[in-house]
């Protein structure tokens, strides 16, 4: 009697939002479909000192949002997006969201170690010279730290005028 292998667990995809993200997303539904893994997408929730204010949004009422609310609205627009681009991805269909508070490449980690993630995949914006001195990369670092495979991955060279 031979068993069904089981399905690995979900390839967790942290994002930012960025065009960077949504390769990334896309490329890792493309590998879910393949692999019969589950889909789970992160973002990080942070006030970054890069992007000051990146969350500020305004509701119907004329009233600054709380940065999880715009968070939370800023991830459906982007899933909503990524989806309605790739229609022949499955695996978007059925892709399980989270959003988390503290600083990215903790709590990227810690995800990925709480939904037993077998892989993670991420964007690169791919920055080089004095601000990757300055900034760092958020996917490199995960790609240090982490003990799980981690592919980085980059938007389409079409995309570069954006």
């Known amino acids: 009697m031979t068993t069904k292998p089981q399905p690995p667990g979900p390839i967790l995809v942290p994002v930012d939002f960025s065009r ?7 490329w ?6 393949r692999l019969d893994a589950t889909l ?5 929730v942070h006030d970054p000192e890069s992007e000051p204010g990146y969350y500020s949004r ?32 499955p695996s978007l269909q059925s892709l399980e969201k989270t959003l988390l508070v503290g600083i990215p ?13 077998c892989m993670i995949v991420i964007g690169s914006q791919g920055r080089t010279g ?6 760092g990369s958020k996917a490199e670092r995960v ?8 592919t980085i991955v980059k938007a389409d060279r ?5």
């Open 58 to 89: 305004v509701n119907e009422k004329g009233e600054l949002q709380l940065i999880e609310d715009a968070a939370a609205e800023m991830m459906a627009e982007f899933l909503a997006t990524v989806i309605a681009d790739n229609p022949d991805l």
């Open 28 to 33: 890792a539904a493309g590998l879910a479909g």
């Open 158 to 162: 079409k995309d570069d005028d954006e």
């Open 130 to 135: 004095l601000s990757h001195l300055l900034l």
């Open 40 to 44: 789970r997408v992160l973002h990080v």
């Open 105 to 117: 490449v903790t709590r990227i980690l810690e995800e990925a170690a709480h939904c037993d993630a």
């Open 20 to 26: 960077h993200s949504a390769s990334a997303l896309a």
């Open 143 to 150: 790609a240090q730290l982490s003990p799980i495979p981690v």
